[in-house]
């Protein structure tokens, strides 16, 4: 990947206009140009504009693109998204900035049309590998309040350093200072790859988890046949002893039975990564390495699919069918706003709603036969316990919807019990009156606490009842 400023379109020493300079006149064998014509925004009557000359061997001609170019007398910016064959897991693509200052008496202002360039690129893409590099003439970006690491160390024309080249990743470039391509003025740069990706980086982690077998489920099954369920309800002194009894026993029962296997984690394993992703990453990484470019365009187009659908639950939480991103730099993720997030979602615990509540058990308890009472029975609880999704996570009370469902016809007495206690006492158990909640952004723009919606994850016993 090659950055440079092209010639501009007249010379001064001739008052005919020159031909235009078309794009088969800085063509490159193997490279594609992507130019930004200098506009008259700049105040500038001569041609001019910045080029990016990307390697169709890092990438794919139709994943490279321009994304936006500015003109201004003080800077001049151009924008480009680059999707390489190859990237490190953790970072989504590379955004390459493309700066020409014109002179030092607007470094200041020039700088500050960096900054502000800089941070709608890590908005709309916060995992991206982001470069800014080009002829920054004095004007020095970490003075702007940016927190990126400057890697060109050599000097580029004379005994100064004016080409700069910034990322977020300390030692991601080593610079060698090459000769002066044709006529200009500049030395070329070589930048040598230093950075270490982070699967090579950190140790692999070892983590302990749950696997469900057809062989496990059987002798759970059998464990909870051969339970006398009535030691629980007799022995409990209300219904949140009798409750976390029987919901305790449950977990016990599948800790137990339940075989415990050992997952290797890498630093760079994103948090929604599944068996499936990650095969197509290593059969896309072997095809890389082939060199089969149709097959890996054909994993990658498999790839986003499977992506889309792990992302589709995400959607239907958020209420929000179609693109959008989030600014991540509005979201705090202190204690003390997390501490904040919890008073705000537990602010209607401060209102007495004791009223409300005795007319609901009035209505409730009032009928014309004053025997009759709201019950259930086995069937019921095992027809519910059925059609449970075993994909669901878990409530706070650990109880999966894998274990209810598999083992519907041994736990639908005992639930049936627990149900029919709290349709008689008009009681809940404090168990399932828990959740977790995990706040999602409603808009692109977090400005409050009301624009998260709160996500609670509940008991699915309390769903069922």
């Known amino acids: 990947m090659a950055e440079k400023s092209f010639p501009g379109r007249r010379r001064r020493d001739s008052k005919d206009e020159p031909p235009e300079i078309t794009d088969e006149l800085v063509a490159v064998d193997g490279f594609k140009a992507l130019r930004g014509d200098r506009t008259a925004d700049s105040g500038k009557k001569g041609g001019g504009g910045l080029m990016v000359y990307v390697n169709e061997e890092y990438c794919h001609p139709n994943n490279m693109s321009i994304k936006t170019h500015t003109s ?3 800077s001049e910016i151009m924008t480009v998204s680059v999707r390489p064959y190859y990237i490190p897991r953790e970072f ?61 160390k050599c000097n580029t024309r004379g005994g100064t350093v004016l080409d700069h080249c910034y ?12 000769p002066s391509l044709g006529k200009a003025d500049h030395n070329l740069i070589l930048l040598c790859p230093k950075y270490i990706p ?8 070892l983590i302990t988890v749950k ?15 051969n ?8 022995s409990a002194k209300d219904i949140n002893e009798f409750t976390e009894s029987v919901c305790g026993y449950i977990q016990f029962c599948n800790d137990t039975v339940v075989q415990e296997k050992r997952v290797k984690v890498y630093a760079n394993c994103k948090p929604w990564m599944n068996a ?69 979602y537990n602010r209607f615990d401060k209102i007495d709603f004791s009223d409300e509540r005795q007319r609901l058990k009035d209505m409730i308890g009032s009928t014309e036969d004053d025997n009759y009472s709201l019950q259930t029975n086995n069937q019921e609880v095992y027809g519910m316990f059925m059609r449970l999704k075993a994909t669901k996570a878990a409530g706070p009370d650990g109880l999966s919807p894998k274990v209810l469902k598999g ?56 769903k069922v009842w």
């Not at 982070?198 to 982690?205: A, F, I, S």
């Not at 659908?309 to 993720?333: D, F, P, T």
């Open 72 to 74: 201004t007398p003080n």
């Open 92 to 152: 989504s693509h590379v955004v390459v900035m493309a700066v020409y200052v014109p002179h030092r008496n607007v470094s200041k202002e020039a700088a500050e049309e960096i900054q502000a360039a800089v941070y709608r690129i890590e908005s709309a893409s916060p995992d991206a590998f982001v470069v800014v590099t080009g002829d920054f003439n004095h004007c020095c970006v970490k003075t702007s309040g940016s927190h990126y690491y400057q890697h060109v």
């Open 167 to 178: 990322t977020k990743v300390k030692d991601a470039y080593m610079s060698r200072s090459l």
């Open 198 to 205: 982070l699967v090579k980086k950190h140790k692999k982690e």
């Open 211 to 225: 696997k469900m077998t057809k062989d496990a489920m059987e002798r759970l099954k059998d464990s909870f046949e």
């Open 227 to 234: 339970t006398d369920w009535a030691v629980f309800e007799n």
């Open 276 to 344: 499936e992703i990650k095969r197509l990453i290593n059969d896309k990484r072997k095809s890389f390495a082939k060199g089969d470019k149709n097959t890996l365009k054909k994993i990658h187009k498999e790839l986003k699919r499977e992506i889309n659908k792990v992302w589709e639950g995400m959607r239907l939480m958020s209420g929000y069918a179609g693109k959008w991103k989030v600014n991540r730099s509005q979201l705090n993720g202190t204690r003390e706003y997390a501490n904040n997030l919890n008073h705000f």
């Open 407 to 462: 083992c519907a016809f041994q736990l639908a007495s005992i639930f049936s019990s627990i149900f029919n206690y709290c349709f008689s006492h008009k009681v809940l158990p404090d168990l399932w009156k828990q959740s977790c909640i995990i706040p999602v952004p409603k808009k692109n723009t977090v400005e409050c606490m009301n624009d998260l919606r709160p996500v609670g994850l509940t008991s699915i016993a309390m």
